[in-house]
């Protein structure tokens, strides 16, 4: 790997780490202006709209200029988010700001790779860019927590100069604090070199360009590797978002957890999803990127056994350095969702790795990445109302659970099975890791130099 894939790694840390610990100061903020408490699922909600709202538009903005460049202005869009909430905006539209920030963000960070790197080198870049995410994920919340501390924040507001400027809660002080590493993030993003790969010019004029991504929505649906990827990928994050929730639940009913003992067990599962990234960057060719798809399979068949486990099938337990008693049950509820995690981020790196391949080589980085991210935060949105309803209907945890885990797993065996159907008629594993004609105009003009 060269320099600038480790440049873009680092502006994708500070600023992944920066939307999450956001969340966190965004929901205290909240709490400050006393609005009331079903306003607060609505952060997610406004920040991921922007990702299906916008997807028509955000692949074109990220293929009209370098990549770095766009990496840049949606950094700064980002920290523009965090001002106008410090400054009399509304938590909630200033979050949408950032989602808006992060929804153009997505296809250049991803898009650049493809740019930057030769296909054989994908599924690790992916492993490395999935990894880091998760770790950031997990360190943003906890700084999130950190941030809105009294302790923290006070010290912030201690030294006179966010009251000098009207800042004086707890919950601003995060704010602004989280506002400094969004500048580094953008800063960070000048440093991205430029992959000298360049698309045809493309208008904004909103028919056109709505229908220009329909176009490239069918052209990857209609792909016989492309719908492969991307039915795993909107799978695996539908799927996944009712998971994050279930896991809470599932935690309180089965084992006694309380919230914050509960979200623990979420954080090991981003742990496993980390591993399982690694794993497969470093033993998963994209030649042979096919053949973890049984890996889903097996994640929802854990996901259903994990269901029926509980406390009272274990005894026992141990002391942890510092007088902890931990239970074997929970110690173990842990290591099935390190499993979980690990088997989803296995199969799903190599599906994104595939996804871009064939994305670039078919339309653009851009553009590919922006159909990818409509259809997994769409998705998402519509399997969480589908758990909401089953949550309304006075479904278990251990049912919701059993019922996700036979859908993934049968989701994953209905695509193994068309893969194999259209594997029949021709040789797709020929068609991973093509070459873009993208990358051959560039090169072709490197040589002309």
């Known amino acids: ?5 480790y440049t873009i790694l680092s502006a994708q840390f500070f600023s992944s780490l920066a939307d999450n610990a956001l969340l966190i100061a965004a929901i205290a903020l909240l709490t400050e202006l006393s609005e009331p408490s079903w306003m607060t699922p609505l952060l997610r909600l406004c920040f991921t709209l922007s990702y299906i709202v916008f997807a028509a538009y955000v692949g074109i903005f990220a293929d009209s200029m370098p990549k770095g460049r766009v990496m840049f202005l949606t950094n700064t869009l980002k920290a523009f988010g965090c001002l106008f909430m410090l400054f009399a905006g509304h938590p909630l539209l200033a979050y949408a700001v ?19 790197l030769p296909p054989e080198k ?25 941030l809105i501390l009294p ?4 010290v912030a507001l201690g030294t006179g100069i966010l009251q000098h400027i009207g800042i004086t809660t707890y919950a601003g002080a995060a704010v602004s604090m989280i506002f400094l590493i969004y500048v580094l993030a953008a800063v960070i993003n000048l440093f991205i070199p430029d992959t000298g790969v360049r698309y045809p010019k493309t208008t904004f004029e ?6 220009s991504f329909m176009s490239s929505f069918v052209e990857l649906w209609r792909d016989k590797l492309g719908q492969i990827s991307l039915s795993v990928t909107s799978m695996f994050w539908g799927a996944g978002a009712v998971l994050q929730f279930l896991v809470l639940t599932w935690a309180d009913a089965n084992f006694g957890l309380n919230l914050s003992q509960a979200s623990v067990l979420q954080a090991v599962v981003s742990i496993g999803i980390a591993i399982g990234a690694v794993c497969a960057a470093a033993f998963v060719p994209l030649k042979r990127c096919l053949k973890v798809l049984p890996m889903g399979v097996l994640m929802g068949i854990v996901v259903i056994f994990a269901a029926h486990f509980n406390r009272g099938m274990v005894d026992g337990g141990i002391t942890l350095p510092g007088g902890l008693e931990v239970s074997w049950a929970i110690l173990i509820a842990g290591l099935i969702m390190i499993v979980v995690g690990a088997l989803a981020g296995f199969f799903v790196v190599p599906m994104n790795a595939l996804l871009q391949n064939r994305g670039f080589v078919l339309m653009s980085a851009g553009r590919s990445v922006a159909v990818q991210n409509f259809n997994e935060n769409s998705s998402m949105l519509i399997m969480l109302g589908v758990y909401s309803l089953m949550i309304k209907g006075g479904l278990s945890s251990t049912a919701i659970m059993e019922i996700f885990g036979a859908f993934v797993s049968i989701g994953m065996v209905a695509v193994i099975l068309t893969h194999r159907h259209h594997q029949a008629g021709e040789d797709l594993t020929a068609m991973i890791g093509e070459e873009s004609p993208h990358t051959k105009r560039r090169d072709a003009g490197k040589a002309k130099n």
Do not use: C, D, H
Not at 206 to 211: D, E, G, H, N, S
């Open 98 to 116: 950032v989602g808006l920030g992060a929804a153009a963000y997505s296809p250049a960070k991803y898009g650049i790779l493809t740019e930057l």
């Open 1 to 5: 790997m060269n320099r600038g894939f």
């Open 206 to 211: 909103p028919l056109k360009t709505f229908r």
């Open 122 to 146: 994908l599924v690790i870049a992916n492993g490395w860019m999935e990894g880091l995410t998760v770790i950031s994920i997990i360190l943003g919340v906890v700084l999130g927590g950190a």
């Open 151 to 154: 302790s923290v924040a006070g």
